[in-house]
């Protein structure tokens, strides 16, 4: 069981615990029994890997596990993560090889030698759980209102995640959420990865279907993965923000295809289409922002991995119209561009690794309706503004995001 505490000051007192609920004795039983990584690298078979050279050779310093992924692996939640949803070049790899590493003696058909047999199940089921309790108080109560607000649970989750097949695999979740009393599917991420050699240089490619637009992506400075990772349902959010961060989220389906060369460049393409919960099938007057056609997104990013120092540049957006009513008439125009970086620096000493976080994300709008406000989130490890201005039918959001963090034992 992990705790997890996030304590931004934008809402004073604001204390979010999560809870995640890893029940494998298998697991424990590994953890505790002190072996160094070559043990969890012998554990791992070479025709159930699917990683580059570099990845299999990174394993061999494994020391620390997400509980399905932590299971099915055989290593901690730290050899993946810093912190809190934060990724570490491992887990980074993991992910872009779609959840497939496994270190468990997968169900075969008797036989079956064709590419190494193409059936492979998984001996445990890949499910975990996450509560959110949370107890929100905000400098100032808000008007005809009760301060010092409690939420138990605030989000209560169950994940299905894992390898499906030695090629395939998951990220998928269930939420039930107190703000609205109701309970559906949350982030889904499937993949499909294998490698492949080009300039006699390792290409790692792979197709992505999700449902949020940037939950594909592995860095921590995109909407769906960017600080703060979690926050209070009752406190004030910012009202000024750009439509790829969350407002598309669980609305759209979005199918992709990705690549890594040569552990360096990453670049991404992935078209997205309304696909959103509830409401009438097929969408029709009482849809609300439904595209018009498709929505283009892109990504590409520079990374260098060095010993103790991990540096990545990049560039993502995309561009959509879409109708604020039904599926006819006047549609709104967005641009969404942003340029980010992440910055990673291990220490000799334990648990003092430092990783920063910059985004810079702007968004041009043609809106039917358009309004025009500011607001700044400020937390001990950076600060969030959000702006927005119009003239005419046209807006500018402007989103500002930098953030670092110090890990500490």
Not at 37 to 60: C, E, I, M, T
Not at 186 to 202: E, K, M, P, Q, S
Not at 359 to 378: H, N
Request: glycine share 8%; aromatic share 8%.
């Amino acid at each position: 069981m992990t705790y997890n505490c996030v304590v931004p000051q934008a809402a004073r007192w604001r204390a979010l615990v999560t809870l995640v609920l890893c029940c494998s004795p298998t697991a424990l039983r590994a953890a505790g029994t002190g072996r160094d990584g070559n043990y969890l690298v012998n554990r791992v078979g070479a025709d159930r890997v699917v990683a580059p050279a570099s990845l299999n050779a990174a394993l061999a310093a494994l020391h620390a596990r997400i509980p399905s992924f932590s299971r099915q692996t055989g290593f901690a939640c730290s050899q993946c993560h810093y912190h809190f949803l934060q990724l570490t070049p491992f887990g980074r790899q993991f992910k872009l090889n779609g959840y497939t590493l496994t270190a468990l003696q997968t169900v075969g058909q008797p036989g079956d030698t064709v590419r190494g047999g193409s059936l492979k199940l998984s001996p445990i089921p890949p499910l975990a759980a996450m509560i959110v309790v949370s107890d929100t108080r905000t400098a100032k109560p808000q008007p005809d209102a009760q301060n010092n607000t409690a939420q138990f649970p605030q989000e209560f989750s169950v994940f299905l995640a894992g390898q499906l097949t030695p090629n395939v695999g998951a990220f998928t979740q269930l939420t039930y959420a107190a703000a609205d009393a109701s309970t559906a599917i949350d982030n889904v991420d499937i993949r499909y990865a294998a490698h492949t050699t080009f300039a006699n240089r390792d290409l790692l490619f792979g197709l992505t279907l999700h449902n949020n637009p940037t939950v594909q992506d592995v860095w921590n400075t995109t909407p769906a993965w960017s600080f703060p990772f979690m926050s209070s349902e009752v406190a004030p959010s910012p009202m000024a923000s750009t439509l790829i961060d969350g407002a598309l989220a669980q609305q759209v389906v979005g199918f992709g295809a990705y690549s890594l060369f040569s552990d360096v460049l990453y670049t991404e393409f992935t078209a997205y289409r309304s696909a959103p919960q509830g409401g009438t099938a097929p969408l029709d007057s009482t849809a609300v922002n439904t595209t018009r056609s498709i929505i283009p997104y892109w990504r590409a990013a520079l990374q260098h991995v060095g010993e103790s120092t991990y540096l990545m540049v990049g560039t993502y957006g995309l561009a959509a119209r879409l109708y604020p009513a039904g599926v006819t008439g006047p549609t709104n125009r967005y641009v969404d561009v942003a340029a980010d970086a992440q910055i990673e620096r291990e220490s000799q000493h334990v648990g003092r690794d430092r990783r920063a976080h910059v985004q810079c994300l702007a968004e041009r709008s043609t809106r039917v309706a358009v309004r025009c406000l500011q607001q700044v989130q400020r937390s001990e490890h950076g600060v969030r503004r959000d702006g927005g201005s119009a003239r005419g039918g046209q807006q500018h959001v402007v989103s500002v995001h930098v953030d670092g963090f110090l890990s500490q034992s």
